[in-house]
């Protein structure tokens, strides 16, 4: 098979589980690690979230308080 060995780690998630946690093994956050984590998801979930508030507004809009304008 071509991805043989994708496909062996995806249908065997505990061996993979475990190579990760060897391989993490004594990796540590620094202190600037946890911000930095934190900002990073802020910049990718708040315009994801935004555009799906705007959405909601849009469809709202549109169904109740188009004919207003």
Do not use: Q
Request: glycine share 6%; charged share 30%.
């Amino acid at each position: 098979m071509l991805f043989d060995k994708k496909v062996k780690r995806v249908l065997d998630v505990e061996k993979a589980e475990e190579e990760f946690e060897e391989r993490m093994e004594g990796v540590g956050l620094d202190r600037t690690d946890r911000p930095a984590m934190i900002i990073a998801a802020l910049i990718v979930f708040i315009p994801a979230l935004l555009l799906v508030l705007g959405v909601f507004v849009f469809v709202i809009w549109l169904f109740f308080f188009r004919h207003l304008g």
